[in-house]
Every structure is written in structure tokens, then in C-alpha cells.
Nanobody
Framework: QVQLVESGGGVVQAGGSLRLSCAAS????????MGWFRRAPGKEREFVAA????????RYADSVKGRFTISRDSAKNTVHLQMNSLKPEDTAVYYC????????????WGQGTQVTVSS
């Protein structure tokens, strides 16, 4: 079973940048897509970004498109989320995910890392 550990969260002022990383361990890096979700206080969890195993295809939530960039290094079993032009509404716990099944459900989740954007 894969384990996912996120890092890179913190407190930043609006307009600033953060880079989240997620390290996968526990099995060899199978050809699964990886992604990020977030949960803001008082809100439901929402999709942020995803990337295919090869890294050739990515998709983003409309709310982060043009500001966030997802990338991965399969040789190092890591995925990153570069977040620029951060807004207070980006404040949330960010979760790394993988093991997406044919129905689109993500089977493995990290513990999450807090991102706080101050105005």
C-alpha cells in the first residue's frame, strides 16, 4: 500500500508563492495519476489539480488555473504543486492523492499540509 507525505505548507501573504511536495513510498511507483485536493474551513473538499503518470497531461480547477502548476518526478516518486499569486481563498489543508480507479475515485490520500494566505 502506498503512503503519501506532503510538505511545503505554511503561512504566506496574498500574492506570494508556495511549493508543495508529496513523496510516495511503500511500493514501486506504479503508472498512476497523482493529484491534489484541498479543504477550506467550513467547505467541502475540492479538486485542485492532477497529472498523468507520464506527466504529459494535466488538469486544473478553474479557480487555480493560470496560478498553480502541478509537476512530477517519477524517478523520485514525488509530485509538486507550485502555487503563485496566492489569495486568501486558497487557505486550506492540501492533500496529495493517487491510485485513481476506473470510476475516478482516488484510493490513497496523504495526511495533508496546511496553507494559510493572509490578506
Amino acid at each position: 500500500q502506498v503512503q503519501l507525505v506532503e510538505s511545503g505548507g505554511g503561512v504566506v501573504q496574498a500574492g506570494g508563492s508556495l511549493r508543495l511536495s508529496c513523496a510516495a513510498s511503500g511500493r514501486s511507483f506504479s503508472p498512476f495519476a497523482m493529484g491534489w485536493f484541498r479543504r477550506a474551513p467550513g467547505k467541502e473538499r475540492e479538486f485542485v489539480a492532477a497529472i498523468t503518470y507520464s506527466g504529459s497531461s494535466t488538469r486544473y480547477a478553474d479557480s487555480v488555473k493560470g496560478r498553480f502548476t502541478i509537476s512530477r518526478d517519477s524517478a523520485k516518486n514525488t509530485v509538486h504543486l507550485q502555487m503563485n499569486s496566492l489569495k486568501p481563498e486558497d487557505t486550506a489543508v492540501y492533500y496529495c492523492v493517487t491510485d485513481q480507479d476506473v470510476s475516478g475515485n482516488w484510493g490513497a490520500w496523504g495526511q495533508g499540509t496546511q496553507v494559510t494566505v493572509s490578506s
